[in-house]
């Protein structure tokens, strides 16, 4: 994936996010975004071992990711 790929879905994944914070959730935005993308990477965890087939590419592609290029760059 190129870098415009990876911060649009970042973008989109995010919108998705604070929709559900300020939807259901209802804490500060802060926080609310925090929490759920805590317990969204503890059900991607939890889930390569249910789902081994499905999660592999994506927790490839994010093992190869290079977060300091992207993000500071």
């Given amino acids: 994936m190129v870098v415009f790929n990876i911060l649009s879905l970042l973008v989109v994944i995010t919108a998705a ?7 259901f959730v209802k804490l500060p935005n802060t926080i609310g975004l925090m929490l759920i993308s805590f317990f969204s990477s503890i059900l991607i965890g939890i889930g390569k071992f249910y789902f081994p087939e499905v999660l592999e590419p994506l927790i490839h592609t994010i093992v190869e990711l290079d977060f300091s290029v992207i993000v500071l760059n």
């Fill in 17 to 23: 996010f604070a929709y559900i914070n300020t939807r």
